[in-house]
Nanobody, 120 residues
Framework: QVHVVESGGGLVQAGGSLRLSCATSGSIFSINYMGWYRQAPGKQRELVAIIGSGSNTSYADSVKGRFTISRDNAKNTVYLQMNNLKPEDASVYYC??????????????WGQGTQVTVSS
């Protein structure tokens, strides 16, 4: 069993910063990619940023230059540093991880989500 827990969301003024964390635990042999998605009310879930096992990264155009994704492999944790937040960044942010467990089964897991609210 794998547990994925996000933290770090909250209310921030436009132009402010937040740092999200996503800790994974349980039956983990290796973690391939780790990513952050977001979903605003009435909209589809969208990819925000992703980081591979080799720390290669990719970002949505809307967050390039403002958000930074990083990972700590020793802690099985991924972070999303969000700077210069805009009202349109307000969403529920979800962590998604691609894991191989100790019996060789590969699966994707989602966290429960953390709310980010940006006031203008």
């Amino acid at each position: 069993q794998v547990h994925v827990v996000e933290s770090g969301g909250g209310l921030v003024q436009a132009g402010g910063s937040l740092r999200l964390s996503c800790a994974t635990s349980g039956s983990i042999f290796s973690i391939n990619y780790m990513g952050w998605y977001r979903q605003a009310p009435g909209k589809q879930r969208e990819l925000v940023a992703i980081i591979g096992s080799g720390s290669n990264t990719s970002y949505a155009d809307s967050v390039k230059g403002r958000f930074t994704i990083s990972r700590d492999n020793a802690k099985n944790t991924v972070y999303l540093q969000m700077n210069n937040l805009k009202p349109e960044d307000a969403s529920v942010y979800y962590c998604n991880v691609d894991i191989v467990n100790h019996i060789g089964v590969r699966a994707r897991y989602w966290g429960q989500g953390t709310q980010v609210t940006v006031s203008s």
